[in-house]
């Protein structure tokens, strides 16, 4: 039986339930895309699915309604994979084990893809609907929108005559999003050289950093909570200072706007220096446990012994420069706005820690609302990544959201939030990327506000969607339909 089958409004839950259960990770969306291009097919809708995937529906205006201007439903269909250790799951070919608890809706150990799988189920329902009235909709699902927006930046518009823009990918309920940060990809490819291992007593050992709590990497920068791919670096370079060591593998975070909650690494040192590296970890575990104390209680550096033996080791020089990478490199929040205090302006995030057979890769989302300082930083780490023997690329850059001063669209909702809720939403520029940016390039005269339901810990195992705000937003979007006149 469905776990959501009783929830209201039971359209929106029946179709967030089947996206659950198709695999959607990011460049993995092939059969969500097409679950959406056989429902608008099964509708007799129009319907077009470009070479990366992304769908564009379009429903006609109901009755009264077909002069008004033309609204998108936008969103994207791909989700942030995260599990638990303890998770035994393959998101490329399994769905979401859903779990119901009280108002709130989660999945097993695993995120749960609210962002953004409530927006794509909220289109579906007024899609298959037949009593709701509501201006022609084209609704624009992309793909690969948590790696870089990649399915917004390559969509084409020619068949787009949308005047308002409706993005359901926020995740505050309240919160009405009116500009956003843009942002990009930036990566540094370390070389990896291997040789024999040239210690007279070798000892394999494995480090962990662990217990962290992660979290989305633009709305929760601004947290400073624990990295754990820098957090690993840095007790690798105190091991380092205190034993002779030989690198062996490396790895962390697999998302770079996920702050990664997990990294580890495995090295070779002399039998005689283990007690030494056990107690610099030691050490600096009451002093990493202190640093965050709040804003990661349980974070834990862990070091034991391994028991396989180890043929090849990184060379000093390679493994040395992945190591002092990985603490030089920045990290975190870079610049707070002057204009809108407790807004962050500027920030990066380390969140790709992965090891190819010939290179380490370390991926950042760099995000920034003023250009040229989004650009720095790239220097910055294309500088220091070049010093240090790597090489340097970049992709997926998108454009900031600029606020606009004036927006029928967003005073159509403020009124509608006001008289729905009985208070005035709050209005906000956020530090993370959202799609409309992208949409706005391409069509000049778009008008866009982006909101949703209340979603916590997003990008975590720890991901949970209120029930009774997916019901109050619900409401709240065919209200605004109706009044798009």
């Known amino acids: 039986m469905a776990v959501l089958a ?6 929106v839950f029946h179709y967030f339930e089947e996206i659950c259960g198709i695999p959607h990770e990011s460049s993995d969306t092939q ?24 769908v564009i529906i379009k429903k006609p205006a109901t009755s009264g309604y077909e002069d008004a201007p033309v609204v998108m439903l936008q969103g994207h269909m791909d989700m942030v994979c995260e599990k638990t250790d303890d998770k035994e799951i393959d998101f490329h ?4 084990d859903l779990v119901l608890e009280g108002n709130v809706i989660h999945a097993d150990r695993t995120t749960l893809g609210g962002d953004d799988g409530i927006a794509v189920a909220f289109a579906l329902a007024i899609l298959d609907a037949s009593d709701i009235p509501h201006p022609a909709l084209e609704v624009v699902i992309t793909v690969d929108e948590e790696i870089g927006m990649l399915g917004a930046a390559g969509i084409t518009t020619e068949d787009l005559q949308a005047s308002y823009m409706l993005n359901l990918d926020s995740e505050d309920e309240g919160q009405l999003l009116v500009g956003c940060a843009g942002g990009m990809t930036a990566v540094c490819h370390m070389p990896v050289c291997r040789e024999t291992c040239d210690l007279k007593h070798p000892v394999s050992m494995q480090l962990s950093v662990d217990g962290l709590l992660g979290g989305h990497s633009g709305m929760e920068i601004i947290k400073q909570r624990a990295n754990a791919n820098k957090t690993l670096g840095r007790t690798l370079k105190a091991i380092q200072t205190a034993a002779d060591i030989r690198l062996v593998l490396i790895d962390g975070g697999k998302k770079d706007n996920a702050i990664p909650r997990a990294a580890q690494a495995v ?8 007690d030494t590296v056990k107690q610099a ?11 965050y104390q709040v804003s990661d209680p349980d974070v834990t550096l862990k070091i034991k012994e391994c028991t396989e033996a180890v043929a090849q080791v990184m060379n000093r020089a390679s493994g040395d420069a992945i190591i002092d990478a990985l603490v030089l490199l920045p990290n975190g929040v870079q610049k707070m706005s002057d204009a809108m205090p407790g807004l ?11 090891m190819k057979e010939e290179e380490v890769q370390m991926g950042f989302s760099v995000r920034s609302s003023v250009g040229s300082e989004k650009n720095l930083l790239a220097l910055q780490i294309r500088t220091l990544c070049e010093h240090l023997g790597g090489q340097y690329t970049e992709s997926g850059a998108y454009p ?9 669209l967003r005073d159509v909702m403020v009124a509608v939030y006001e008289e729905l809720y009985g208070g005035k939403p709050k209005l906000d520029v956020i530090h993370a990327g959202v799609e409309c940016g992208l949409f706005m390039d391409k069509m000049k005269d778009l008008d866009c506000v982006s909101y949703g339901p209340q979603m916590y810990d997003i990008h975590t195992p720890n991901e949970r969607l209120h029930v009774d705000s997916v019901q109050r937003t619900w409401e709240y979007t065919l209200e605004i339909l109706k009044r798009l006149k």
């Open 6 to 11: 009783q929830l209201e409004p039971k359209a």
């Open 31 to 54: 059969a969500i895309s097409d679950y959406l291009v056989a429902f608008a097919k099964e509708r007799n809708l129009y319907v077009r699915q470009d070479t990366l995937g992304n």
């Open 93 to 96: 070919t399994q769905g979401l």
């Open 267 to 274: 090295f070779v040192v002399e039998a005689e220096a283990k």
């Open 281 to 291: 970890v030691q050490t600096l575990q009451a002093t990493i446990s202190h640093e």
């Open 344 to 354: 962050v302006q500027t920030s990066l995030n380390l969140g790709i820690l992965t």
């Open 400 to 408: 900031a959201w600029e606020y606009k001063q004036e927006s029928k």
